[in-house]
């Protein structure tokens, strides 16, 4: 799990890096978009994942749901804590790249309004 946040992030930093001190200007818009549809999918996989192995009325025992909270969360020491911390700090890392992609959307129609 923190390989794959470590890897998004770097990723952001890198991209945030390319768009302030390249000559051709890219959108920033652009280049967050698939990184929070991408976190969105995982908000929700593990979201269902949490969600199903908290009712004890469709499964035994705790189970893994869904192919993203597989890669997510791997194959050590599961448990209902888990599930609900790695659910907890995927959706905030969703909501801080939802909101970075709605502020560079803001800003970029200023900017196309001032031009």
Same mark, same amino acid.
């Given at each position: 799990? #923190?390989?794959? #946040? *470590?890897?998004?992030?770097v ?6 890096? #390319?768009? !302030?001190f390249?000559?051709k ?16 999918l995982? *908000?929700? $996989? @593990?979201?269902?994942?949490?969600? @199903?192995?908290?009712n004890?009325?469709?499964? $035994?025992g705790i189970t ?7 890669l997510?969360?791997? +194959? $050590? +020491? ?6 609900? *911390? ?6 905030i890392? *969703?909501?801080?790249?939802g ?5 560079? #959307?803001? @800003?970029e129609? !200023?900017?196309? !309004?001032?031009?």
């Amino acid at each position: 799990m #923190l390989a794959i #946040l *470590t890897a998004i992030f770097v990723w952001a930093i890198f991209v945030y890096a #390319l768009y !302030k001190f390249s000559r051709k200007r890219i959108s920033f818009s652009r280049v967050i978009s698939p990184l929070f549809f991408i976190a969105m999918l995982f *908000t929700v $996989d @593990l979201s269902v994942n949490y969600s @199903l192995c908290s009712n004890s009325l469709f499964n $035994d025992g705790i189970t893994i749901h869904g192919v993203l909270s597989y890669l997510v969360v791997g +194959n $050590d +020491n599961w448990s209902m804590e888990l599930f609900r *911390t790695y659910y907890h700090i995927s959706f905030i890392i *969703t909501c801080v790249f939802g909101l970075a992609y709605l502020v560079s #959307l803001v @800003l970029e129609g !200023k900017q196309n !309004k001032v031009n």
